[in-house]
């Protein structure tokens, strides 16, 4: 057993950590208040290679391991856990299915994603569709050598910056999960309109709605056979759900620094605030957990870089990061009185923005259903119980 990183691991996560102190950290209230994502950011880490960096190079990419992507998410989570959710948990989803299409795809939409010039937005969820994704409405018809899309996808994640979307669509409605198929649509063709949300959190992210009326695509533009892209776009969450729950570790990491370094210099009944067991005590329970939690993400990507599944382990800590983490983010916030409560501390910033990691990529409920699924077998599942 070996809990070192390599050397290159380490340069890596050295140079993406001054990255973040002088062009992420700086600005992170600054694009939340602006309701902004920063597209000069995303360009920036294009040309360092941290877009879709577990991409072959063969294929454009610099081939890190999945540790490394682990590495990459976190550092920059420690300035700006909202960011991340854009440039690499989506961007993951993204790369892994770019990646799995034809030249006309690799060429005209994986290496401008992974160049930072165009940004993507994985559109699964729809209004009457989240949690149980196969009931989705959206329909993609053949007609000659293009397809005609129509349908409503929600709650995506940059989707008001979005250059490209990649939507899961039915081609064969009577065929469950394998009637779905994934299509590459560019967000200016003519029949898509975009609405944008007003969030609590992640506010620079720009999440929001993508209408498509008869969006017409080359057939070039489907990623893999029809009915293949449920699988595929499935795949990514083994590793996205454990980038996902990093983003939320490293910022309540940060927050538990912040608040060590507060309560030994702040002073109340003539001594340090961290003299006393009850302010101390929480933050000794917090780095515990956490810490935990962390080695249980990096022991998931270690074993996806050994061709393991990790369906389990990615559940267990999707469900458990964001939970320890806004608690943890919560207590440091109260530990820092009234201070903590102003906009002038991230930590309010930082609690809206954890909250976030809850929900996406799956709740915790279904994240605990996968582990379910691990633990007890298929046939134990809710949905699968009525089918009998
Ligand atoms: C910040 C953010 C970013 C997002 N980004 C994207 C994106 O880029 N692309 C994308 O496609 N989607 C995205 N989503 C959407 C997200 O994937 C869905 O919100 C999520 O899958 C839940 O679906 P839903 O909102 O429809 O909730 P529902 O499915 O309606 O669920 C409502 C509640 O019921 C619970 N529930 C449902 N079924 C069960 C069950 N069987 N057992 C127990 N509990 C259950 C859920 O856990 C949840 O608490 C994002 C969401 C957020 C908040």
Avoid at 114 to 119: N, P, Q, R
Avoid at 178 to 194: A, K, M, N, Y
Avoid at 278 to 291: R, Y
């Amino acid at each position: 057993m070996d809990f070192e990183f390599t050397a290159e691991e380490k340069a890596l996560a050295d140079m993406v950590r001054k990255f973040t102190e002088k062009e992420v950290a700086p600005f992170y209230s600054k694009w939340d208040r602006e309701c902004k994502f920063p597209r000069n950011i995303n360009k920036k880490m294009g040309e360092l290679g941290l877009l879709g960096s577990s991409v072959s190079p063969d294929k454009g990419g610099m081939g890190v391991s999945h540790v490394a992507e682990g590495l990459i998410t976190e550092e920059v989570s420690k300035g700006d856990c909202s960011l991340t959710m854009s440039t690499f948990v989506v961007g993951h989803l993204c790369a892994v299915l770019l990646e799995q299409g034809n030249e006309r795809i690799r060429k005209e939409f994986l290496e401008p994603f992974l160049s930072g010039d165009t940004i993507p937005a994985f559109c699964m969820t729809e209004p009457g569709a989240g949690t149980d994704a196969v009931a989705m409405r959206t329909r993609a018809i053949q007609k000659g050598a293009a397809y005609i899309l129509n349908g409503e996808k929600s709650g995506i994640t940059a989707m008001m910056d979005a250059d490209i979307a990649l939507v899961f669509a039915k081609t064969d409605p009577d065929a469950g999960a394998r009637g779905v198929s994934c299509f590459v649509v560019p967000t200016d063709l003519p029949g898509i309109t975009r609405q944008s949300y007003e969030d609590m959190g992640c506010k620079g992210i720009t999440r929001g709605s993508i209408f498509m009326e008869d969006v017409e695509i080359p057939e070039d533009y489907m990623i893999g056979q029809e009915g293949t892209g449920f699988k595929m776009g499935m795949q990514g969450f083994d590793v996205s759900r454990i980038l996902l729950s990093l983003e939320g570790i490293a910022p309540a990491m940060v927050s538990l620094e912040e608040t060590i370094r507060h309560t030994t210099q702040r002073i109340a009944f003539d001594r340090p605030l961290a003299t006393f067991e009850g302010v101390s005590f929480p933050i000794v329970e917090h780095i515990s957990i956490l810490e935990a939690v962390r080695l249980l993400c990096y022991k998931g990507l270690w074993m996806r870089d050994q061709g393991m599944s990790t369906s389990k382990v990615a559940g267990m800590v999707k469900w458990m990061a964001p939970r320890f983490s806004t608690n943890a983010i919560r207590d440091c916030l109260v530990l820092h009185g009234h201070y903590g409560y102003t906009q002038e501390f991230p930590l309010e910033q930082r609690l809206r923005d954890v909250m976030a990691v809850e929900i996406a990529d799956g709740t915790s409920q279904v994240s605990k259903l996968v582990v379910q699924r691990e633990i007890f077998g298929r046939e134990y599942l809710p949905y699968n119980y009525r089918n009998r």
